[in-house]
């Protein structure tokens, strides 16, 4: 029996040979292989044609080899090039990618640049790559849309005085450094007559053009506060535009009262006094007039009896005979009803013009951001702020993305048209790519064809829009994405929500409907229909762990919380990129890709 009586000897000075080969410094089994693989299968022509070669100079690094390290590094949550150089040389899988030859970061930075422009076309050529691997499940694909950081601050917004000032403040500087490059040419001039009658200067003389050479911040800034100028203006038109429409009302309906009021008092003088309450808008000046006529009739039955000698029945008093306390009543109710009316109109007035007041507020603080004016401010759903972009993305029932885009509009609702266009099309490129035996999950396909059989109307196809066949078969959104117009766009069969997760499922357990909707219900109707029915709800059940799985894997476990690149271009390829990562290891993870056989 073996008895450890001590430690494993730890000896750092002992040497050891490298394995030549570098396949033999990992496994075969380690995933790297596979993602060299990968990209060596791509048609990378265009980043080929980016690249520079016979001239003079040392050699330039192979783009494949660059796309190769950009992947595994975002795949492993590294975007900084500094940090990927470093990594070039600590650690084995990167040594590996670039074959010992470590790019610098100025390097890797450039071409990340230079992919900005191919993004999409690797993104299909992905896509493709794992719809013949069998990946791609269209029965049930959900959209939904995450905020990410852009690569500026909160603080950098600024108003339309702000971007004056700081315009301004540009110039000033600006003029420094006009007056730094005439006193540095001034310099040299000195230097050079200098030179000439004394001798050459060793140092050498002037500044550097480099050194003073202005940012291009006075052009962001300028191109910030034009754009910002526009806006308010035509918020101006807008707001100008509803003022007067709302003034057109306002007259329309005055016309309207004062016809209604001129009309009942022309009816009441030809025909005498009607049955029925008279409009509300004179119905107080009526009921006056028509009590003080009933106690000026019941005095006047007063003063005949009293003519009269007291024979015969005596009179009630003025005030406490029938007709008059009758038209009494009614006239304090008609002075009650007016108040509340009073009151409600005087609340809504407040109401219209605090609303007015924070829109006019909203126009005034309108603001742009300095380092990245396509950026905007995005509101997080649980409070605060972030300046960004609201990205949206497309994923299938096994966890591929096959749409993407990035939009500074915080609204998910009018980007719903644009990636329903690009899910379907991706829908196609998927299945004609598709193996033959490639099948939906049964599970899915029993609940698709539950539901279809359940709320299709047998009179034929409803208002929705839906087409039918499609490569998709449900097309799942939340509330975000809820509007007339999208319900009825043309496209796949689609779930919207109307309101939140568990308002949803609280609808459909204590309010249930079958069959389908009503055709002549509106289309919102018709969706709160099919989102209560049993089949419904558990197809819309789908939607969290479909949608949100990947927007969860790049945050928390990828850190990709913030963009590198500036602009809503830079920042939509960066995106797919991260959609070609997401796929990419997607079919790694679930054995789809693997090694093809020595």
Known sequence: MLVAKGYRWVDRDQQFLMP???????????????????????????LHAKRRTGGVGRAGYDPDMLLTLL????????????????????DVTFRVICAGDVPD?????????????VV????TQVLVLCARL???RLGVVAMDSVKIASNASLSANRTEEGLRAAAGEQAVADAARAAARAAAAEHAATDAAEDEQFGPDERGGGMSTELVEPSARAARI???????????????????????????????????????????????DERGPRVGLPPAEIRVQVLTRNWEQARAAQQAKIERWLAAGGRGRRPA????????????????????????????????????????????????????????PESRPMPLRGGGWLQGFNCQAVTCGDGLIIATGVANNPSDCPAFAEMMGKAATAADLITAHHPVDTHENPSIATLLNDYTAAVTAPAGPDTTGETSPAPIGMLLADAGYLSTDNLTAAGPARLIAIGKRRDLATAARTRPTTG?????????????????????????????HIAETPFGHAKHNLGFRRFTSRGTSRAAAEFSFHALVHNLFKAIGTRHLTLAPC
């Not at 009316?341 to 005087?346: H, I, V, Y």
Request: hydrophobic content about 40%.
């Open 516 to 544: 389908p909707p009503p055709t002549d219900a509106p289309v919102i109707e018709q969706m709160d229909h099919r989102l209560r029915t049993p089949e419904g709800a558990a197809l819309y059940k789908q939607r969290s």
């Open 105 to 117: 970061h100025v390097t890797i930075a450039r071409f990340r640049g230079e992919l900005a422009d």
């Open 222 to 268: 300028a191109a910030a506060l034009a754009e910002l100028e526009a806006e308010n203006a035509a918020r101006a038109e807008a707001r100008e535009g509803a003022g007067a429409r709302r003034r057109e009302r306002e007259q329309a309906r005055q016309v309207a009262r004062d016809a209604m009021v001129a009309d009942y008092q022309r009816r009441r």
């Open 134 to 136: 069998g990946m791609g």
């Open 20 to 46: 030549p080969d570098m396949r033999e410094w990992l496994s075969d089994s380690d995933p790297v292989w596979l993602v060299i693989e990968a990209v060596a299968g791509l048609d990378t022509s265009r």
């Open 71 to 90: 992947i595994w590094a975002w795949a492993q949550g590294q975007r900084s090039s500094r940090k990927i150089e470093w990594l070039c040389s600590r």
């Open 317 to 372: 008093p003025v005030d406490e005979e029938y007709a008059v306390k009758r038209v009494r009543r009614a006239l304090d109710r008609a002075v009650a009803a007016q108040a509340v009316t009073a009151q409600a109109e005087a609340v809504t007035r407040a109401g219209a013009a605090r609303k007015a007041a924070e829109r006019a507020g909203n126009d005034k603080d309108a603001q742009r951001n300095i380092t990245d």
């Open 120 to 123: 999409e076309e690797l993104f």
